[in-house]
């Protein structure tokens, strides 16, 4: 049940309690084509973007991202290439485009990152404040491995505004980006760029 300030992603349970799979749906501002639909019509109650099953979604501020099966799916603005596709083109439905093995997909304010079905760090979009991990605040628009930190061993991605937050498989925890508010855990107020 990812949900950002202006818009609300969720996967509905249709097969069981145990099922975890199901349809999306999808509702609030759609500005940027972040629900999905095609449209940048806003939705103010849920609305069925697609009946197949999802196994997860996050929501970002102006674009969303699902893993549908194997294969990561990403829709919405594209200004700093948060979508992957290596171009800064914009994309309103949810089939629109979308690269194979991933297990988990999170969205940041303007970046994405992901864990690949081999468990590979993988990140991209804006960089501002470092939180791709790359050791840089260079931007992407293609998916790109972090390479100083992977070791094909990662169980699970989150992404704040600024920030990406990785857990090894052995329950170690990875932050990046901004840290103004202590965000990343290390006891300091200083950013994080890898």
Do not use: E, M
């Amino acid at each position: 049940f990812p949900s950002h300030d202006t818009n609300t992603l969720a996967i509905a349970n249709t097969a069981g309690y145990l099922a975890n799979t199901g349809p999306l749906y999808a509702w609030g501002y759609n500005g940027t084509g972040q629900l999905g639909d095609g449209t940048t019509v806003n939705k103010s109650s849920p609305t069925l973007i697609q009946a197949s099953s999802f196994i997860s979604v996050s929501a970002g501020d102006v674009h969303s991202a699902a893993v549908f099966g194997t294969t990561g799916r990403i829709w919405g603005d594209n200004t700093y290439g948060q979508l992957g596709d290596g171009t800064t083109v914009s994309k309103s439905a949810w089939n629109a485009g979308g690269t194979g093995g991933f297990a988990n997909l999170a969205c940041g304010i303007y970046h994405t990152a992901g864990i690949s079905t081999a468990r590979v760090l993988y990140a991209w979009g804006d960089n501002t404040y470092g939180q791709l991990g790359f050791g840089d605040t260079v931007s992407r628009s293609g998916l790109s491995i972090v390479a100083s930190v992977n070791t094909s061993s990662f169980n699970h991605v989150a992404a704040g505004l600024y920030n990406t937050y990785a857990v090894t498989i052995l329950g170690r925890i990875l932050s990046t980006g901004t840290n103004a508010h202590g965000q990343i855990g290390d006891g300091t107020n200083t950013g994080k760029i890898s």
